[in-house]
T-cell receptor, first 116, second 113 residues
Framework: NAGVTQTPKFQVLKTGQSMTLQCAQDMNHEYMSWYRQDPGMGLRLIHY???????DQGEVPNGYNVSRSTTEDFPLRLLSAAPSQTSVYFC???????????????FGPGTRLTVL | KNQVEQSPQSLIILEGKNCTLQCNYTVSPFSNLRWYKQDTGRGPVSLTI?????NTKSNGRYTATLDADTKQSSLHITASQLSDSASYIC????????????FGSGTQLTVLP
């Protein structure tokens, strides 16, 4: 199993540009989430999905869109990039809700995004 | 507001030494507490998960403790190795939903030869 994969690894955007961060998992997990990690702060939830066709907002959803057309893929779209979106983005997946004892979240390697 | 605070922010120890990382939380209700290890440039990897009724959980040289009364947890690393150099993140789950995970900012551990 490849686990959770993310592309690209690095990306530089200009303010106002749009892009899509890709995330895929091959573990047949229902639950997938997007986080951003900023220096000195804990990971913050952007959006999450509890299954194909179902998404919901997390703590910091503004400026981001998601969709979940398949169980495997959960892309994150930046609509109009801003310097405040400079961060490292992690995608995670789990078998069930993240509170379950067996529902360990598996994280991807991250995408480092810089917005100029 | 739910909060998870970790201390120290950074720690440097010599290879072979033991160390203890602290996590204090103000999260309610409480479902479980997790410790993750995050190597530089990688995603976090789960080390332990503890529920309210558990006060100790081990994973090799890593031992996590939980005091639900004082809302404190610690991660003890025994006989440290260079590969233990990483950020250690405490995460508290309040209700079993992805929206209710509160992440600490991590303790950066450096193990020197």
């Amino acid at each position: 199993n490849a686990g959770v994969t993310q592309t690209p690894k690095f990306q530089v955007l200009k303010t106002g540009q749009s892009m899509t961060l890709q995330c895929a998992q091959d573990m047949n997990h229902e639950y997938m989430s997007w986080y951003r990690q900023d220096p000195g702060m804990g990971l913050r939830l952007i959006h999450y999905s509890v299954g194909a066709g179902i998404t919901d907002q997390g703590e910091v959803p503004n400026g981001y869109n998601v969709s979940r057309s398949t169980t495997e893929d959960f892309p994150l779209r930046l609509l109009s990039a801003a310097p405040s979106q400079t961060s490292v983005y992690f995608c995670a997946s789990s078998y069930g809700p993240s509170g379950g004892l067996l529902d360990t979240q598996y994280f991807g390697p991250g995408t480092r995004l810089t917005v100029l | 507001k739910n909060q998870v605070e970790q201390s120290p922010q950074s720690l440097i120890i010599l290879e072979g030494k033991n160390c203890t990382l602290q996590c204090n939380y103000t999260v309610s209700p409480f479902s479980n507490l997790r410790w993750y290890k995050q190597d530089t440039g990688r995603g976090p990897v789960s080390l332990t998960i503890m529920t309210f009724s558990e006060n100790t959980k081990s994973n090799g040289r890593y031992t996590a403790t939980l005091d639900a009364d004082t809302k404190q947890s610690s991660l003890h690393i025994t006989a440290s190795q260079l590969s233990d150099s990483a950020s250690y993140i405490c995460v508290v789950d309040s209700s079993g939903s992805a929206r209710q995970l509160t992440f600490g900012s991590g303790t950066q551990l450096t193990v020197l030869p």
